[in-house]
């Protein structure tokens, strides 16, 4: 009896390893997308045309990175999953609890990190950092315990990001967040910081901008311009 799983030519039908974005999409993704789809239309960014056609698209999507596709162009909702290229669809599912805790040293989170339910910080004469910017959110909202002494902890945000941290002690440290996004705005995820800093300091925002390239040692001797900076 011929094997079920082979073709004439004795290959297999299954399919080879997979990336994450080649994930096969349940029936709940679909329906997540199509909600998203909805919004966007009735926001005015499709038009009825546009949304026809992508609903009959994302009903009949069978990967990831067809469903993708269809909301890359349009701004994320609160609560829905916000999966940045690149990133592994299947491990997209966040955790309840992370802690993070250092002493007299560093550690970040950055990349395609999922971001969890509730994170715990203790920061004592060292550094924490938490970069969003290519960071998979799955949920609207992030509770951070936060007990800094001595150190640092850096939130570094990207649009659609909010940090709330008025629920702080102070004794000796400092608190510095970014102006609220406007009435309008869009708002992936909302960050809200509880807890206490002692000669140490919180800090949230954008990126820096990109450092000017330093001249070489002959470009100097030559008194020549420094190159401009790159564009971020």
Do not use: C
Not at 43 to 58: C, F, I, Q, Y
Request: no cysteine.
């Amino acid at each position: 009896m011929a094997d079920p799983q082979s073709n004439r030519d004795g290959q297999s039908d299954l399919p080879a390893a997979v990336t994450g974005e080649q994930f096969r999409a349940s029936h709940a993704d679909r329906d997540q997308v199509v909600e998203l789809l909805r919004v966007a239309a009735g926001d005015g960014r499709l038009s009825a045309e546009e949304l026809d056609d992508r609903l009959e698209r994302a009903l009949t999507a069978r990967t990831y990175a067809e469903l993708t596709a269809l909301t890359a162009d349009l701004p994320a909702t609160p609560g829905a999953v916000v999966v940045p290229p690149g990133a592994g669809a299947a491990s997209a599912t966040p955790k309840d609890l992370v802690r993070i805790h250092v002493r007299g040293s560093s550690a970040s989170r950055d990349g395609h990190w999922v971001v969890p339910k509730e994170l715990d910080v203790k920061v004592t004469g060292g550094a924490v950092t938490l970069d969003f910017t290519e960071a998979v959110i799955t949920q609207p909202l992030l509770r951070v315990t936060a007990e800094v002494k001595g150190g640092g902890l850096v939130l570094i945000t990207r649009p659609g990001i909010v940090v709330d941290a008025g629920d702080i002690a102070l004794d000796g440290g400092g608190v510095s967040l970014p102006e609220p996004p406007g009435p309008g705005v869009p708002v992936q995820l909302r960050v809200e910081i509880t807890g206490s800093v002692r000669g140490g300091a919180i800090t949230a925002g954008p990126p820096p901008p990109p450092r000017r390239p330093r001249r070489t040692f002959w470009q100097w001797l030559r008194r020549a311009p420094r190159p401009p900076a790159i564009a971020a």
